[in-house]
């Protein structure tokens, strides 16, 4: 399985970015895809998660109002709205899979599968 993020960039605090995940793969994701980001010098931080199979996401309520995740099986790419952005959410954000089924979707170390990332800047 092969992830790729992009969509990342310069963006005005206030503004709006949609980051992509592909999914590739002679096997693909069966369970969930989550997004993660890491800030320069913090911890990776769980962003969202959405189900493959029913469609259910989990975003911690730090993010429930301003990021949304999608998912386009016919495309198989996963999608992360971030709108209002803020400098705060300037990080590398990275999109994973796991290859087993749990529910602890905010966990990495359940996610074997790993894109390289994309990179969001917000500033003015």
């Known amino acids: 399985v092969q992830l790729q993020a992009s969509g990342g960039g310069l963006v005005q605090p206030g503004g709006s970015l949609e980051l992509s995940c592909l999914v590739s793969?002679?096997?693909?994701?069966?369970?969930?895809v989550g997004w993660f980001r890491q800030a320069p010098s913090k911890e990776r931080e769980f962003v969202a998660a959405?189900?493959?199979?029913?469609?259910?996401?989990y975003l911690p309520d730090s993010f429930k109002v301003r990021f949304t995740i999608t998912k386009d099986d016919a495309k198989n790419t996963v999608y992360l709205q971030m709108n209002d952005l803020k400098p705060e959410d300037t990080a590398r954000y990275y999109c994973?899979?796991?290859?087993?089924?749990?529910?602890?979707?905010?966990?990495?170390?359940?996610?074997?599968?790993w894109g390289q990332g994309t990179l969001v800047t917000v500033s003015s």
């Open positions: 994973a899979a796991p290859d087993s089924p749990s529910k602890l979707v905010w966990n990495e170390d359940i996610y074997t599968y």
């Open positions: 793969g002679r096997t693909f994701p069966k369970y969930a």
């Open positions: 959405i189900s493959r199979s029913d469609g259910s996401t």
